[in-house]
Structures are given as structure tokens and as C-alpha cells.
């Protein structure tokens, strides 16, 4: 039986495992014959982040795609914003981003952009999965009608000077940036050049993306903070799609706040939001009359939203946040420079409500589906909303890429969040 490979986020696993170069000739040839144009000149476009894997991964990538007679348009080392920005640009067929985002080196997989630089649906999830099930129904195409591999650097330098265009921060600020080692590293340093600013992880190996440093490992750059002046700081994951900001002193600013701040600096109205995002922000949104559709996790659930509600904005509080007006995928340097700019009128980057008591744990599992359908998990969950009532509220979930059970309690009556949490987290625990 063939097994899924769609997870939450495209296709991500251990190099060698799930992720193999096999595997990415697959998809090369299942996405050529996707978004296949007929009788028109059929582009792909494609970037990948540092890992060593994404030289091997992009050659059978590559090879898939040519050998049904399309062409690949190589980005090079991007931030996955990127891809749907050259797409656009390019007038491509569609995109891939070789990426594992925050997670380790051995870890790679692939992101998948659709003709208009969205993620792809879920139907052409189905598609790709059932054309690499039957490969061998799909010849590759004679000698003389393969594709080319061609290489683009207009795409990046087109999206260099949009973000450059949202910077209006005071030049006196001191910056620092944590890169993950990732594909950040360089473009950073050409957007905020006229800046004062430093970098930390920013020399990559294609081994140590993500590696103790990045947004998933914020503590990196919170300890430079505190040892060195800084007035703000910017930890970006391996794809450079997710940011978390530190202030002076190491205070991490939440990101239901960078939602706040964000909408009310463009004028964002409605916006989208994810139901792990605290209920004080949905609540301030209503008393301010801003309309907050609140969807499921994920990027292409934060998309879904947008579209439907024609709204502009979408975050989420991990650190990704969507500018549809300025771009298509989650941006975390795009958002930085916006975060600059937004510091010259509320430099402490104040909100006007408080937060509810929340406790959100990510527990180890064998087998997260198993565990989510145990009978003695879900008795438990029926219990402790009993107990927190109309109070709060709680989710218990599986990841979509990684063998992880997330637990959020969320509550006014922080001794009952912390007890319910801690009931919750036992409970997978003696299953786990």
C-alpha cells in the first residue's frame, strides 16, 4: 500500500529515510506533468535552503523535471518567500522549495507553490502522490524534447528591493540576527546593509542549519542580547519563513503581539489568525471591531482563510505571518523590516491587553496517531474541559511534522492552566 507523504507543510523526513534522491526524481516528473501548459513553454522554478542534502536533492529534482520535456529555473540558495515571488515574476508553471524549514540537517523535504505562487491544494497533494504510486506510467520524453536547467538571479534582486521598500527605521538602531545558518544568511546582509547591524550563525556548512541557533532555538540569540547593546533582534529558521523578535534584555515578543502591531501598521482589516493564538488577541480584535477569522494550523489553512475572507494579513504565533498584499508565502524578513519600522512610533512594542495563562508543551511520541486515537487520551481531554469549563479552553493535537503531541491550555486562572496541563502531559507520557 502506498504510504502518504503530505504532511501539514509538503513533504519533510530524515535524509535516507523518507527523503531520498529517488524519491525527489519522483516528484520532479509527478510536478512537471501537474502543471503542465499545453502547447506553452513550461517553467519550474525552484530554490532550496543550505543543507548539504540540497545539492543532491535538487540534481534528481532537476532530472525528474527535464525528462518530461520542462524546464527548471534554478534560484539557488533562497529564503522559500522567494520561490512564489520569482513564480509570479517568471510567470513559471508552479515552484518547489528543497527545505526542512526549523528542522536539523539530516532532516530535508519540499515545498510546493501552484501557477499563482500559493500553496498547492490538497487535491494536487492527492495528484502528485498518485502519479509517483504509478511512475511507471509516465515515460520520459525523447532526446530531442527534453527540458533545460536555466538560473535566475532577477528574482532574488527584484525581492531584495521590495522588502528594502518597507524599511523606514531610524538608522541608529543596533540590529543583531540570528540567520540559523540558513538561507538568510547573505540576503540579510544585503537588505539591511546601510544598517548597524550583526550577525550571529550566519556562516553555513551545509551541517549546522538550525543547529542550537534560529527561531526554534531562540535562547541563541537572547544570550547574545544580553551580552552585547542591541536595541532589537531577528531569529529566523532555516528557510528563513519563520521569525522571532528579542528586545533589550532578552524579552522574547510574542506573536500574537507581532499580529497586533502588524495589523494596526498596515491597517489590516479583516486579518487571519490560528485557533493556538491567545484568546486576549481575538478578544482585543472584537473590541477594536477588526474581524479575526480564526482557522486551523498551517500555512495553507492561514491561505484558505485569507481567500475566503478577503483579508490581507494572516499570522500565526509560532513566528510566520503572511503579507498577501506584498507577498505569498510567510516572510520572516519582510516582517523584520517591517518590525523596524514599526519601532520608530512604539518602541517598546506595547499592546493594549493581557495575555491569558497558557501552558503549551510539545511531548515525544512513538506514534502520534496512535496516541490521539487512544481512548483513555480522549477520556482524559473530555475531563479537564469539564474542569477548566467556560474558563479557557484546551487543544491537544498531533504535529504535522514531527512525532509530537502539542498540548495548549489556555485560562484566566493560571494555577488551574498549569494543573490541567501537567494532568494532560502525564497522560501522553504513560502512553508515549
Known sequence: MFKKLFGTDGIRGEWGEKITPEL???????????????DEVNNIVVGRDTRLSGDSLSGSLFAGITCMG??????????????????????????IMITASHNPANHNGFKFFNGNGFRISEEQESHIEHIIANSSDFAAFSFDKLGKILFDNSSLNSYISMVKKELKASKNLKIAFDCANGASTQVVKEIFKDYNFEQISSTPNGLNINAGCGAI?????????????????????GDADRVKVVLPGGKVIPGEDIIYNLTKYNCYNPIVTTKMSNMA???QFEKEGIKCAIVGIGESEVIEGLLENNAFFGGENNGHFLLLDKGKSSDGILVAAQILSILSTNPTFSVPYTPYHQFDK?????????????????????????????????????????????????????????EIGAILENSVLKLA
Open 217 to 237: 532555538h531562540i535562547e541563541n540569540l537572547k544570550n547574545f542580547m544580553k551580552k552585547n547593546n542591541f536595541d532589537i533582534g531577528f531569529s529566523f529558521d
Open 281 to 283: 488577541l481575538w478578544n
Open 70 to 95: 520542462v524546464n527548471v529555473i534554478d534560484l539557488g540558495v533562497v529564503p522559500t518567500a522567494v520561490v512564489p515571488f520569482a513564480i509570479e515574476k517568471l510567470k513559471a508553471n508552479a515552484g
Open 24 to 38: 525527489a526524481f519522483e516528484i520532479g516528473k509527478a510536478v512537471a506533468v501537474i502543471f503542465e501548459r499545453k
Open 362 to 418: 510539545a511531548v515525544a511520541v512513538n506514534n502520534k496517531d496512535d496516541i490521539m486515537n487512544n481512548s483513555f487520551i480522549l477520556e482524559k481531554i473530555e475531563l479537564c474541559e469539564s474542569l477548566l469549563g467556560e474558563k479557557g479552553r484546551i487543544l491537544v493535537r498531533a504535529s504535522g511534522t514531527e512525532e509530537l503531541i502539542r498540548i495548549l491550555v489556555e485560562g484566566e486562572d493560571e494555577k488551574l492552566v498549569e
